[in-house]
């Protein structure tokens, strides 16, 4: 019991210290719940109406690119948002530790493989949510990273964020990745299921 309440005093005490109100962290959880429905609604945009391929001349290539370029700038402006929010947080004592900075760095390099690993299979349209935009992958990919997990991408990401947290020490760090999680979770129940009926569509047309 002395144990559990220990355990319970540390996250009442690192989480008590998050500064809600500091501006800088204020718009960097803005950005992590912009972005994620950013690509999704827009992507779904180009899928019911064009709109993007007709203001890019109709050509849903050129669409897809700067769609791609608008959603990838946005992730670094988030990313980097995040981690000079965080370094404005208190540091916890008990995570600005050796061990934490260790565990810190292997969060963040395991994530970043699965992202990259990730982006270099599925090339620049299909990271992008291209078959919204009509480019339609042959068959799923299975190999690594995808047969590791399901989503390489969001999983990578929210561990990379993990990591950039426990490195600095940063409880704030912690809640803030707990809601990248959150967020690529509520993501995937819109996106999932919208996928599969654009690729469900495309089988009919073919028989």
Do not use: C
Not at 34 to 60: D, H, I, Q, V
Not at 64 to 83: A, H, K, N, Q
Not at 148 to 175: E, H, R
Request: glycine share 8%.
């Amino acid at each position: 019991m002395e144990f559990v309440q220990k355990i319970s005093d540390f996250y009442t005490g690192a989480f008590s210290d998050i500064d809600f109100n500091a501006k800088s962290f204020q718009v960097s959880i803005f950005f992590i719940v912009f972005n994620p429905l950013y690509w999704n609604f827009g992507a779904r945009l180009e899928y019911n109406t064009k709109l993007l391929s007709k203001l890019a001349f109709g050509s849903k290539k050129l669409a897809v690119y700067v769609f791609s370029l608008t959603v990838f700038t946005l992730g670094i402006i988030r990313d980097d948002l995040y981690r000079l929010a965080i370094l404005d947080q208190k540091t916890s004592p008990v995570l600005d530790t050796p061990l934490f900075k260790g565990l810190g760095i292997l969060s963040f390099a395991v994530g970043s493989v699965f992202v990259y690993s990730s982006m270099y299979k599925l090339g620049i349209v299909g990271t992008y949510l291209g078959d919204h935009f009509g480019f339609l992958k042959k068959e799923r990919i299975t190999d690594f990273p995808f047969s590791a997990v399901d989503n390489p991408m969001y999983d990578g990401s929210s561990l990379a964020f993990l990591g950039t947290a426990l490195f600095y020490g940063k409880p704030a760090g912690i809640f803030a990745s707990a809601l990248v999680y959150a967020m690529y979770r509520v993501v995937e129940l819109i996106e999932e299921p919208f996928t599969a009926k654009i690729y469900a569509k495309n089988a009919e047309k073919e028989e």
